[in-house]
């Protein structure tokens, strides 16, 4: 079965310091990969998604970046946080091209910029 | 107009209660739709998808009408562990032909004893 594993959970990381959030999927081949951001009492924003490697596409222009060295693993990265960073971060996958079947959430990463 | 669009909330109900949370989308070409269950401070997990017939899965409902570009889910018999945020969930499809997840911002349930 497929599995979606996401880390750290919880990161507390001080303004102006840099940031890597890893995502890795397993029992699966060619997903494809998001980043949601969900900031307090917000919805869910999609930042990222890529549908295979090297392949990446940024919905929001902000102070993030993301990147997919291998198939099954997807990085999100910022060289400089800012305090509008903080939010809780969610990597999804879903089967290439089929969308319509939903995404698969891994559990989270929690990031405050203080 | 957002995407997708729902009433916050919170619904306050007593167990037992049958209450209904609806939705509203704004791309009259979206074919996929769902509801995601959020727990607190935990990841959005797939309840349901909702197809056009209107599915039910044991105390689930949901319903889709296309030409009011309106979606619903029907808890019946409502329990303490339905108490959790419901998202609504809609495919639009880019100029590109991918196709993403847009989310609402969600509808909290809380269901008390």
């Known amino acids: 079965s497929q599995t979606i594993h996401q880390w750290p959970a919880t990161l507390v990381q001080p303004v102006g310091s840099p940031l890597s959030l890893e995502c890795t999927v397993e029992g699966t081949s060619n997903p494809n990969l998001y980043w949601y951001r969900q900031a307090a009492g917000r919805g869910l924003q999609l930042l990222f998604y890529?549908?295979?490697?090297?392949?990446i596409s940024s919905e929001v222009p902000q102070n993030l970046s993301a990147s997919r060295p291998q198939d099954r693993q997807f990085i999100l990265s910022s060289k400089k946080l800012l305090l509008s960073d903080s939010g809780f971060y969610l990597c999804?996958?879903?089967?290439?091209?089929?969308?319509?079947?939903?995404?698969?959430f891994g559990s989270g990463t929690r990031l405050t910029v203080v | 107009r957002k995407e997708v669009e729902q009433d916050p909330g919170p619904f306050n109900v007593p167990e037992g209660a049958t209450v209904a949370f609806n939705c509203t989308y704004s791309?009259?070409?979206?074919?996929?739709f769902f509801w995601y269950r959020q727990d607190c401070r935990k990841e959005p997990k797939l309840l349901m998808s909702?197809?056009?017939s209107g599915n039910e899965d044991g105390r689930f409902t949901a319903q889709l009408n296309r030409a009011s570009q309106y979606i619903s889910l029907l808890i019946r018999d409502s329990k303490l562990s339905d108490s959790a945020t419901y998202l609504c969930?809609?495919?639009?499809?880019?100029?590109?032909?991918?196709?993403?997840?847009?989310f609402g911002t969600g509808t909290r349930l809380l269901v008390s004893p």
């Open positions: 969930v809609v495919n639009i499809r880019e100029g590109t032909g991918f196709q993403k997840l847009v």
């Open positions: 909702v197809y056009s």
């Open positions: 890529s549908i295979g490697i090297g392949q």
């Open positions: 999804a996958w879903s089967a290439l091209g089929r969308g319509y079947n939903g995404y698969t």
């Open positions: 791309n009259s070409a979206s074919q996929s």
